[in-house]
């Protein structure tokens, strides 16, 4: 698919907010940029052969999103954040021996949901989808995880879990907001998770020169969520006077969390804050962030690209987490970026490849938060509907 050089460019809105951040870069001319963007038949992620399944926990607010590409799909990987978890990371980076990557999992639980990838592996063994080696066939199932369990002894994604995402992946539009991987997802931690705002999932697509790029997002940051203008969207809910990172110290959060009144939340929606007047849950208060975030996703392109360049992409295209995420990839974060590159179209330079890819990930971080849903103790952020 070419887009030509007069194609649409998003133009930020200009709603006031309640805290700014300096605006991010601008985008370049001759590139389109947005959410379904121009397709002539349904393809997840905009590109041809990609699959998209989510599987969603009833009532336990966590969930898994698997990523199915077509055969010969070429993968990498990159970390930035300083908490990850994560599978096949060594495969897929630029000394591993693997090429191909067959699937990429998304999924809640912290460490315990790289269980789910369990189920993944086998569906793809079941299907004969995998590397044939001489006895058996290997998939090479990628995954990351997010922190979601927010009380002790809930429910984590296991192997079922999945397992039955692979079973509902199809060629569709993903779903956005609170489901699957961003089923019980938080941002704006930087004063304690008791001040959290609602994550979620999000998908967007940026397409230029004659190849499509998509990114899809599990958006879990310690950080705030901000606009292309730098106004925020999903970000605390604390008071003005409460101690964030990275100035203050987690200790100095956590005590000061620990020193304020059970109803220390009542008085936000007064003040013009996000959230919706309930005070924090006493459970959590007084916590900080710790290492329980992440932002974590999957970049597909149809571009021709080498295994090395995927992994080059996958790095550069961090880039857009730090456009969209204020403070990104610090050490209370696992950010990682899975790049999978089917090879349909034409062979490109990595540089394009990966300025296309921070942008469909700086808009997918922002599309998780607009398409949110709150949950108990982190409502979803009513900026980030009033800027959508």
């Known amino acids: 698919m070419v887009i030509s050089p007069a194609a649409m460019v998003i133009s930020p809105s200009r709603h006031g907010g309640q805290r700014k951040y300096p605006a991010s870069l601008s985008h ?138 692979c079973e509902a992946a199809g060629p569709e539009d993903p779903p956005q907001g609170s489901v699957g991987v961003g089923a019980g997802l938080t941002a704006g931690k930087l004063a304690g998770r008791q001040w959290a705002t609602k994550g979620g999932q999000g998908w967007a697509l940026a397409t230029g020169r004659g190849i499509t790029v998509g990114a899809l997002m599990a958006v879990n940051p310690v950080g705030e969520v901000v606009d292309v203008d730098g106004e925020v969207l999903a970000g605390t809910r604390a008071p003005a006077d409460a101690p964030r990172l990275p100035e203050a110290t987690i200790d100095e959060i956590q005590a000061w969390g620990e020193a304020q009144p059970d109803d220390a939340g009542a008085h936000l929606s007064a003040t013009g804050a996000a959230g919706n007047g309930t005070p924090p849950d006493p459970d959590v208060a007084g916590h900080a962030a710790g290492v329980a975030n992440t932002v974590i996703g999957c970049v597909v392109t149809d571009a021709k690209i080498s295994k090395f360049a995927a992994c080059r992409a996958a790095d550069l295209a961090h880039t857009g987490i730090a456009r969209a995420v204020i403070p990104a990839h610090t050490s209370a974060d696992g950010d990682m970026l899975f790049v999978l590159a089917t090879g349909q179209g034409p062979e490109v330079s990595v540089d394009l490849v990966a300025e296309l890819a921070a942008r469909a990930v700086a808009d997918a971080i922002r599309a998780a938060v607009r398409h949110a849903t709150g949950i108990p103790g982190a409502p979803a952020d009513p900026r980030a509907r009033r800027r959508g």
């Open 28 to 165: 370049w001319p001759g590139f389109a940029v947005g959410g379904r963007g121009l397709r002539s038949a349904a393809m997840a992620l905009g590109v041809d052969g990609v699959r998209v399944g989510c599987w969603t926990h009833p009532e336990g607010h966590t969930g898994v999103t698997v990523v199915l590409p077509p055969p010969g799909t070429v993968g990498g990987a990159a970390v930035r954040g300083g908490a990850p978890g994560s599978r096949e990371i060594p495969a897929l980076s630029p000394t591993g021996s693997v090429q191909e990557c067959h699937a990429v999992v998304l999924c809640g639980g912290s460490a315990f949901g790289l269980a789910a990838a369990d189920g993944v592996m086998a569906w793809c063994e079941q299907q004969g989808i995998g590397l044939a080696l001489p006895t058996v066939t290997v998939p090479i199932v990628g995954a990351g995880v997010c922190f979601d369990i927010r009380e002790a002894g809930r429910p984590r994604p296991g192997r079922d879990a999945g397992w039955a995402a």
